[in-house]
């Protein structure tokens, strides 16, 4: 059986690993038109940024073995043709035509089964100047080479970046210090548009403007203009001009389909190749995975792009399987994504909250701070957890964490109930590992179930930080009922008009200092000591009483901008 591969990046390594460990008497060949070959291409910004010192590790197994055509050729079997591109399949008589990039020599592989796995290609907008030189995307680990080598040469001392995305936000902390001023600008009106809600993307942006980033939101780029040497000087926006000694352009990719149209495959509705269950394309004899190929969304039933690497290698599993006589399902997808950026650990799952309203669901959220373990251990630190669910019915339907803490642990446990369907009322019982270091007695995920829970059964109402903002802007009056202590005030007090400062533990006996006759918002860092302060004045009978979702620890995103809002 002679299997052909196309790419040799991600997905195509794996199926070819995969499938000769299964079919040993498989002739396996893989077409890749770079020279390098099974690369961790999420470690490029880590690698700009000298956590990883040597590029080649990016290329290493776990026991420092490179990843190279000898390695896949002694290790695994399977031959690979580098600097080879794929010109043209002929699907009739299941041949490729490819051409030696090094010599020019062209020739035809046979295959009884094809894999494409092409890969995507950074998006270049369509503006003026994107020719420039010093105009560079981080795609591939030349890139790489060539930015860092410009860094190190102290020819760029300011760096223009233009997206807001995940590679966008990781290269800016890769690259953003005393030595180098990062200028970011994204056309929406938030950084991760696509990962995180607005109300979760203010706390990555006030850590990245409190790391020196001269951040431009709501930003439309114009034109790239060059120097006399035909390097890029300055970027023209609608915001004003920026002077800058180099860009690099983090705008997101598209698949590679080329291939795939000349020999008509079905193209899927997200421009990517559509492949069924067993990542099939419309063609029996040839399958697609990774980049190049769409996937279908767990909650919605719809075809969704969320390239991954992780996506990329398990669906390379499934091909292989599926080649072999082992007839296995690439499963749906949530679009789990995380990244690690500015300090913070950031991800989502499911869908975003403005997603699930236009998908038709009742949607209720709840935004909650904690600790990721306890506060006597010595490395605690906060997360920040947003849990989207469904008001009638009680299913989850997504969530965000970003914070310092360990908040990925929870994500990955909030992917696997989104992917049984739980429920609220399934998750608030969890039986969550729990010691000192690794989490506190009621785990933040409970803690975050619990809230949403008491939100939804309407025990006390409660506001976070771009409602009850959104409430002042319209002129509603609140006291702001601060519970926290007086040295925790004086540290970072609430920069708002009418706010009384009664401790907790001194509310029920001064809560007749509370102006009757005024909506009162009950405030404290995290948010689980205004939520009780909220209970104990709705228990004295006081009305109109609601609490501040997530604390002061959220809210500190919305202080720079508190009076402009206003």
Known sequence: MKVLIIGGVATGPKVAARLKRLRPDAEITVVEQGEVISYGACGLPLYLGNLVPQLEELMMTNAGLIRDVKYFQEQKGAKFLTATRALKINPKDKTVLVKNLKTSEEKLLPYDYLVLATGAKPFLPPIPGTELGRVYTLHHPQDAQTIRQLLREKKAKHITILGAGLIGIETADALAGPRVKVTMCEA??????????????????????????DLRLGCRIEALEGNAEGEVCRVITDQGVIETEAVIIAAGVRPNVELAQE???????????????????SDPYIFAGGDCAEQIH???????????ASTANKQGRVIADNIAGRPTEFSTVLGTSVLQAFDLNIGRTGLGEAEAQQLGYDVITSVVSGLDNTHYYPMHDGISLKLIADRTSGKLLGAQVCGQGEGIKRLDVLATALKFNAKLEDLSNLDLGYAPPFATAIDVVIHAVNTLQNKRDG???????????????????????????????????????????????????????????????????????????????????????????????????????????I
């Open 459 to 565: 025990l006390v109402p409660s506001f976070n930080a771009p409602e009850i903002l959104a409430e002042l802007k319209a002129g509603q009056e609140y006291c702001f009922v601060d519970v926290r202590e007086q040295d925790e005030v004086q540290a970072n007090p609430l920069p708002l008009d009418d706010v009384l400062n009664i401790p907790l533990g001194e509310l029920r006996q001064r809560w007749v200092d509370i102006p009757p006759n005024k909506k009162v918002l009950a405030v404290c860092e995290l948010g689980i000591r205004s939520y009780e302060a909220a209970c104990i004045l709705k228990g004295l009978g006081r009305e109109q009483i609601a609490y501040l979702e997530g604390g002061t620890s959220t809210f500190r995103a919305y202080y720079d901008n508190l009076t402009k809002d």
């Open 188 to 213: 929406l009106d938030s950084v991760l548009p696509k990962l995180l809600d607005t109300d979760m993307a203010k706390l990555v942006e006030r850590q990245m403007r409190s790391r020196g980033v």
């Open 263 to 281: 020999i008509g495959l079905e193209i899927g509705a997200t421009g990517a190749i559509k492949v069924d269950k067993n990542m099939r394309t």
């Open 298 to 308: 767990v909650l919605t039933g719809k075809p969704v792009y969320i390239p991954l």
